[in-house]
């Protein structure tokens, strides 16, 4: 189901045109469930109605419920131009990023249209710190892993050094969420279906594979919930 789910964010998107099969009335209503569930409702009603074309059908009643929420949530699913710093829990993490900023304030941004706006490269820092933050509260889902599509899409992979002559890179590196952006940088490749050669990082599967399993169990026992903690700590 998840493979499904996972299709139906890239008919969404425009990354597929089509899914491989057309799910089952029950498998339509578990396509639903999932969208509320990683706060998706919006983006994969675009999907249902794309697939029309094709003759891909939900049931009738579960349509007009979706299209319902799409409308009532609007525009609340939709990525910011400008993308706000998260709440840093990791006190030393957070005098890091702090130095980072302020030594970088004047490459973090610019002005399209008279509106600011991130930079690819700050935008793609600020997307992995805040789904780094969520991995760790235990609330990371498959919306994180759409923001940060949304912002490699728009970049193209261009992502210019920041004012201290700095890549993406060497900064993930010092804040220390390395090995989880390359393990983002693999969700994003493997559910998402974007090219890799466009990352500011290779992406590393073994990781990724491990923050995806989290990302897509919905009801885990307390000892696998323990233990994922536990992993989490050793890997990230």
């Not at 006190?91 to 004047?106: A, F, H, T």
């Not at 991995?135 to 949304?150: I, S, W």
Request: with cysteine; aromatic share 12%.
């Amino acid at each position: 189901m998840n493979e499904l789910f996972f299709e139906l964010i890239q008919v969404s998107t425009g990354q597929l045109d089509c899914l491989n099969r057309g799910p089952s009335p029950e498998e339509w209503q578990q396509l639903y469930d999932l969208s509320k569930r990683h706060g998706l409702t919006a983006l994969c009603y675009q999907g249902v109605v794309r697939l029309f074309e094709y003759g891909l059908r939900a049931p009738q009643d579960l349509s007009i419920d979706w299209m319902a929420d799409a409308e009532e949530l609007g525009g609340a699913e939709t990525v910011n131009h400008l993308i706000s710093v998260p709440e840093i829990s990791n006190p030393v993490r957070k005098r890091l990023i702090d130095k980072w900023i302020s030594n970088n304030s004047g490459s973090l941004y610019v002005y399209v249209d008279k509106q600011k706006t991130n930079t690819p490269s700050s935008a793609i820092v600020l997307k992995l710190i805040e789904a780094y933050e969520s991995f760790h509260h235990g609330t990371l889902t498959m919306q994180h892993v759409v923001g940060c599509f949304d912002v490699l899409r728009q970049a193209n992979g261009h992502f210019d050094t920041f004012a201290d002559g700095s890549s993406v890179s060497q900064v993930l590196r010092k804040i220390g969420i390395w090995r989880f952006a390359r393990s983002m940088m693999w969700i994003v490749n493997h559910t998402m279906a974007f090219d890799a050669t466009l990352m500011p990082c290779r992406p590393l599967e073994v990781g990724g594979r491990f923050v995806l399993q989290q990302i897509t169990e919905e009801k885990v026992p307390l000892l696998e919930r323990i233990k994922y903690r536990f992993w989490r700590f050793i890997k990230f």
